[in-house]
């Protein structure tokens, strides 16, 4: 049986929390909630300006889809203050890449603050990406990139980042 004081802190309990999250107002899909947003949209500018792949399906008729927009909108995000050459990359027959799509991706990213001399659109796949990702995890246990994970000075196993033996 419940007593008078556990009604009464329940009751309580109760009515904190549902005026907390009655006066808390509804945030849409579209607000910025905060570092780890932007930490996840600069990852996610970073890559697409590494794989800086533009396909048919960016592109609806000679127009950008929402899809193309994003693509490229992110690409300039991430290209924009540095002063590198941004190469994009068309995977599609070279017909396809019409004079009117290479005219709406140039421009859109002029829009975005890129500067149409350091943009070239090119035919095929971007050789940057054709490495085999066992390629690049050999590269990553090289010696050299093991250096820091040595053992501390006066731990004993030697220099190859072997942890000292238990005792």
Known sequence: MMTKTNLMVSLIAGLALGAGCATRPHQSLDQNYGMGQDFAAAHADEGALEDAMIYPRHFEHDALNSL???????????????????????????????????????????????????????????????????????????????????????????????AAPNK
Do not use: H
């Open 68 to 162: 193309g927009q994003s693509k490229l909108a992110r690409i300039a995000s991430a290209a924009k203050d540095g002063t590198a050459p941004v190469n994009l990359y068309f995977d599609a027959p070279a017909a396809e890449l019409t004079d009117a799509r290479k005219a709406v991706v140039m421009q859109f990213l002029a829009e975005y603050g890129l500067p149409s001399e350091r943009v070239t659109l090119a035919v095929g796949v971007n050789p940057a990406t054709k490495d085999l990702a066992m390629f690049g995890a050999q590269r990553l246990y090289t010696k050299d990139k093991r250096e820091p994970f040595k053992g501390s000075e006066g731990a004993k196993g030697g220099d190859k980042g072997e």
